[in-house]
């Protein structure tokens, strides 16, 4: 793990900047654009394992490997999403924005976007796209 990933930690257990947020209107209206801003989904292992889909355009990241990276570049901007647009991904957006990418929360997280009922793709299937794997069976 990255070394500037300690301060990670350390942010998201204490007191954080005003995060910048966006609503999931206004990103429903940029997924599929070429405005559409790097979408990372840093949600805990366990809720991931628990419901694993990811919102359109999204990539599933551990924040373990967020250091040795290049998930958003300082040219292109980055929402993150956990699971309730709470203290992780506003932990991860200001580590983004302190390394000069401009970096968003996703208003209520992965759960928000979940109970609005928009579309999701299981990871299985976009992985399958992806890789061009045969499904089992």
């Known amino acids: 793990m990255s070394q500037d990933l300690g301060h990670l930690y350390v942010l998201t257990c204490g007191a954080l900047p005003a995060p910048n947020i966006i609503s999931i209107d206004k990103l429903v209206r940029l997924i599929?654009?070429?405005?559409c801003p790097t979408l990372i989904d840093v949600r805990a292992e366990d809720a991931f394992d628990a419901d694993p889909r990811l919102i359109p355009s999204s990539h599933h990241s551990m924040i373990e490997t967020l250091g040795g990276s290049s998930e958003a570049r300082e040219s292109?901007?980055?929402?993150?999403?956990?699971h309730h647009?709470?203290?992780?991904?506003q932990g991860v957006a200001a580590w983004f924005r302190a390394r000069g990418v401009p970096a968003e929360v996703l208003e209520g997280g992965f759960e928000a976007w979940r109970q609005a009922?928009?579309?999701?793709?299981?990871?299985?299937?976009?992985?399958?796209?992806?890789l061009k794997i045969e499904p089992y069976g």
């Open 117 to 130: 009922r928009l579309p999701l793709v299981p990871v299985s299937n976009f992985l399958r796209s992806i």
């Open 32 to 35: 599929g654009t070429s405005r």
């Open 85 to 89: 647009g709470g203290s992780l991904s």
């Open 76 to 82: 292109q901007p980055a929402v993150v999403i956990c």
